[in-house]
């Protein structure tokens, strides 16, 4: 681990609509306003936390930055999006890291439509955050920082 943890926060398809998209399901929060929270919750940390926070709607772009992860980061947040119903290699890529993985949902998968009730991602992640809207993210980084410390 670095003296300051790297937490990859990584985003998946249609999350660059976030505010716009379904607000009644995705809430109102912009994907730059849930960066903002990101970073904010690293800096409450002792000692601090950088963010690096990115988006895309491109499966490969996603395995790319996973397998990024495994040298540059201390713990890996996906919100994988409809990949994460989808994705073999979403899970595959996931699988190869050694640090801690935070799979999130910003509303609740088991609660919606039964297509979306299968993660290929959840066993491959430490712990899953589900339905508590853009807090989620912030619950997310708190969860991959308590792991990171654990390991030491």
């Known amino acids: 681990m670095a003296d300051t943890p790297v937490i990859h926060v990584l985003n998946g398809p249609n999350l660059n ?17 849930i960066e903002q929270s990101c970073i904010k919750a690293a800096a409450k940390v002792e000692g601090g936390a ?9 499966e ?16 890996l947040i996906i ?8 994705s ?4 595959d890529a996931l699988k190869t890291l050694s640090i801690p993985v935070i799979e999130l949902h910003l ?3 088991a609660a919606r439509e039964a297509f979306r009730h299968h993660s290929y991602v959840s066993s491959a992640a430490t712990g899953v955050i589900a339905g508590f809207g853009a807090a989620g993210y912030e619950l ?3 969860a991959a920082l308590i ?4 390991r030491g």
């Open 147 to 150: 792991k990171v410390r654990e």
């Open 107 to 109: 509303s609740n998968p």
């Open 88 to 91: 073999v290699a979403l899970h």
């Open 60 to 75: 490969g772009v996603l395995v790319d930055w996973i397998q990024e992860a495994r040298e540059g980061a201390d713990a």
């Open 50 to 58: 950088t963010v690096v926070f990115r988006q895309t709607n491109h």
């Open 17 to 33: 609509l976030l505010g716009v998209r379904e607000p009644d399901i995705y809430g109102r929060d912009t994907l730059a306003d």
């Open 140 to 142: 997310a980084v708190q």
């Open 79 to 86: 919100n994988p999006a409809a990949y994460g119903h989808t």
